[in-house]
């Protein structure tokens, strides 16, 4: 298939990118460079710099034929999202819109949406099934919900005269090799591991006995390339998770061990420092994947200690490759 992915430069569309690539797929990439950059792209991916808040900038891509759209572009903090609510809504729903709206005027066949979690808001309903109605209680959990909700009604007009086939993945957290080491506003695990490679003392926003479902890239590509193909996934909303929670403050313990220190506040711990909860920050989180299971044939391979070996490999060589630049000089 000749698959396009926007956002294919940020965190999942590179592993993602490599991933269809390796199946066989032409690839596609365009990316806005905000969070991501074309230096994580493929050589095996063709690369178009542009913005899907500017349609007449992505619509080239359309004119040449695709098969399917991949959309992961979006702004992706909870906390930007409330600082800058307009952006927020312009990126994750207005964009989604242009795609959607391309696809139909080029009757692109197939659509795989990246929802999220945060569509469910704080519920007490764990671990938590597709099924569970969506109350987001943040500004970006609405915004990833209306656009979910845009691209399936899209999908059920009876006017657009073709067949019209869409999947939304909701995601959880997502975490693995690659990513930000220095971005406050990207996954907690890549935030610790550059915070402990630079020295400085963790950060932990209320107690930290929240809950999260903390499910590696890898697996998470799987589905997606899984989904692409299946006939079964066509209309569905399908959870992508590990099925497994662990408390923020479970997480600052295993990455602090994995690093060589203890955690904690004690003499001879790495230092962990305590701040006020955040607004739109659910309590409890888990994936019910069992739809995944059935409609997919997938779950997740890759035990969360595996996965975390994996990410401080790849964040320790992060580090040492940027340290050394900088002390070379050879940075912009």
Known sequence: MKVLITGGAGFIGTHLSRKLLADGHQVIVVDNEYN???DNVPSGASYVHADVLKPDEVEPVFKDGIDAVCHLAGQVSIIRAFSNPVADLRTNVEGTLNIVQLC???KVPRLLYASSMTAYGDTSNVPTPES???????YYGITKHAAERYVHSTAERPDIGFQFDVTSLRMF???GPGQALDNPYQGVLGIFSGKILRGEPLMIFGDGEQTRDFVYIGDIVEAWALALTSKEAAGKIINLGSGR??????????VTTAFGYGPG??????QIDYAPNRPGEQRSVQADIQFAKAVLNWEPRTSFAEGLKQTIIKAR???ARETEALAKGDVS
């Open 173 to 175: 957290s997502v975490f």
């Open 317 to 319: 060589e992060v580090y």
């Open 245 to 254: 929670s662990l408390s923020i403050n479970q997480l600052a313990s295993h």
């Open 265 to 270: 506040q004690e003499a001879g711990e790495y």
């Open 36 to 38: 991501g950059s074309r």
């Open 132 to 138: 569970e109605p969506c109350k987001p209680d943040s």
């Open 104 to 106: 139909v005027k080029y």
